[in-house]
């Protein structure tokens, strides 16, 4: 019995080297699981902001380059305009408003 362990080839784990093996993914796996979920998320998160950085650098450039608007901020510009003078009208008729309840509470 002893000639056989002893003949027993060397790329052949040995029963306690799996059970070593099987027992540290066992009580790594909650602890593996998660790090590589979180691993995974912190590189999507620095290629996202990579390509968003190169995304602002291309616009930027090529704004300074050629000394045009992009495409479309006509448009932009045009619905600042509008929110803008909303905004001043809603202004103006709430000093109105109360500017009345002012003068109204007053006479009283």
């Known amino acids: 019995m002893s000639e056989h362990y002893q003949q ?4 052949q784990p040995r029963s306690h080297q799996v ?13 593996l699981v998660p790090a590589a979920i ?8 620095f290629a996202a902001s990579g390509g968003f950085g190169v995304a602002a650098v291309t616009v930027f450039s090529w704004m300074y380059l050629t ?3 992009p495409p479309g901020s006509e448009q932009l510009d045009q619905a600042r305009m509008k929110l803008g003078m909303k905004a ?7 000093e109105q ?12």
């Open 8 to 11: 027993q080839q060397p790329g």
């Open 67 to 69: 000394g045009k608007q």
């Open 19 to 31: 059970v070593k093996a099987a027992t540290a993914v066992t009580a790594g796996g909650p602890v």
């Open 97 to 108: 408003q109360f500017g009345q309840h002012q003068t109204g509470s007053q006479a009283s």
């Open 38 to 45: 979180s691993m995974c998320l912190l590189l999507t998160g």
């Open 88 to 94: 001043r009208e809603m202004k103006d008729k709430a």
